[in-house]
């Protein structure tokens, strides 16, 4: 893998510090994101394939840099819960 390449299995890594760090349940989360437990459980393990709709949810919903999800570069959080984390 290059070095620019995304992991999956980082991003995954990276939505499951946001949860845990903002204290939510996989079942909420994906109820949030629109999606079912299974397949957020599936992401958080690096073995989902989401869409860039379901980024843009987790950035609205939860105030998530996609510049730290993505790159794990930044903070994790923008806006006002920049200090939540």
């Known amino acids: 893998?290059?070095?620019h390449e995304l992991?999956?299995?980082e991003?995954?890594?990276?939505?499951?510090?946001?949860?845990r760090k903002l204290k939510i349940q996989q079942k909420d989360?994906?109820?949030?994101?629109?999606?079912?437990?299974?397949?957020l459980w599936e992401i958080e393990k690096g073995n989902?394939?989401?869409g860039p709709e379901l980024f843009v949810r987790l950035a609205s919903e939860y105030n998530v840099n996609?510049?730290?999800?993505?790159?794990?570069?930044?903070?994790r959080a923008i806006g006002?819960?920049?200090?939540?984390?």
């Open 1 to 3: 893998m290059r070095k």
């Open 7 to 9: 992991s999956a299995v």
């Open 11 to 19: 991003i995954g890594q990276r939505i499951r510090e946001v949860r």
């Open 29 to 39: 989360m994906a109820a949030a994101l629109k999606i079912v437990p299974s397949y």
């Open 48 to 50: 989902g394939n989401p």
């Open 66 to 75: 996609l510049n730290y999800l993505f790159m794990g570069k930044g903070d």
């Open 80 to 85: 006002d819960m920049r200090n939540f984390f």
